[in-house]
């Protein structure tokens, strides 16, 4: 009998841990508000002894399950520009993102983007070429483990631009704690990277990320009075027009370290767990 007992704690407990992960038991948000999912890398993990980041990276084969299912789903892509400008949005709208400019962005993600015809919008570090230009925002120093990494090339991003299926947006020159600079500092990091990307790609910039999803309200202002028309954050939900503005669009994260499963659930919960 004791032994009984035993086990059905041991399911109790494992029934409470799988509930507090996934949050299963939450209400599916309406799917006419999109999700905005936000990715970094597509790629293989590293040793976990190696890396702190592998959050940061969505395996390939999970990713082309991600995009698989959204498909088989009739969920429509978007880029961030396209879904702020649109008077109706589609039920079952997903903007898929990427931050900072990863090379494998051009080598694993866009080839599965234009095999099952998915949109993105990626949003890039001018000064990505340095390898100083990652911050461990947790310990406030250089990441090497980030710094270390290949980033997408300016020709790369011309041959992905042809495709019609990627917008390229900004995420400053540096990839800077923007609240700890002062205006001059933020309108420099916000509007000249603006400037440069719409000269090297002759394109209209207009989306905008906040590095480590930190921004103040100068910062928010700055973007209001320029010509980006949107700009997202790392807050946790969708993409409701009457509760966020266009310069505070929440993302729903897409982690490496988790299932199939949890990819669904956040689809239908509308948020990250």
């Keep these: ?19 507090f992960r996934f949050s299963w038991w939450r209400k599916d948000i309406s799917y006419s508000y999109p999700r905005v999912l936000m990715y970094h890398m597509v790629s293989e993990h590293l040793e976990k002894d190696k890396s702190k980041f592998n959050r940061l990276r969505v395996k390939p084969e999970e990713f082309e399950k991600q995009l698989i299912w959204l498909k088989n789903n009739n969920w429509t892509s978007f880029t961030l520009s396209e879904v702020v400008n649109l008077k109706e949005v589609p039920q079952k709208s997903v903007v898929i993102t990427f931050d900072d400019g990863y090379e494998d962005n051009f080598k694993n993600a866009y080839p599965l983007l234009k095999k099952y015809g998915f949109k993105a919008t990626i949003y890039i570090v001018l000064n990505r070429f340095n390898q100083d230009w990652a911050t461990d925002k947790d310990l406030n120093q250089a990441s090497n483990e980030l710094n270390s990494e290949k980033m997408l090339s300016n020709e790369q991003i011309k041959e992905m631009l042809d495709s019609g299926l990627i917008e390229i947006g900004s995420h400053t020159l ?37 590095p480590f999803g930190f921004f ?38 897409i982690s490496g370290r988790q299932n199939m499963y949890s990819f669904i659930l956040k689809m239908q919960k509308g948020q990250s767990r």
């Design 1 to 19: 009998m004791n032994y009984i007992y035993f086990m059905l704690g041991i399911v109790f407990l494992a029934f409470v841990i799988f509930s």
């Design 174 to 210: 540096d990839h800077v704690n923007l609240p700890k600079l002062t205006k001059d500092e933020k309108e420099k990091q916000i509007i000249e990277s603006q400037k440069q990307i719409e000269e090297i790609f002759n394109i209209k910039c207009t989306s905008f990320a906040y």
């Design 216 to 253: 103040d309200n100068q910062d928010v202002e700055i973007l209001k009075n320029s010509s980006y028309t949107n700009a997202t954050t790392v807050v946790n939900g969708v993409y409701d027009k009457t509760k966020y503005s266009d310069f505070l669009i929440p993302r729903i994260m």
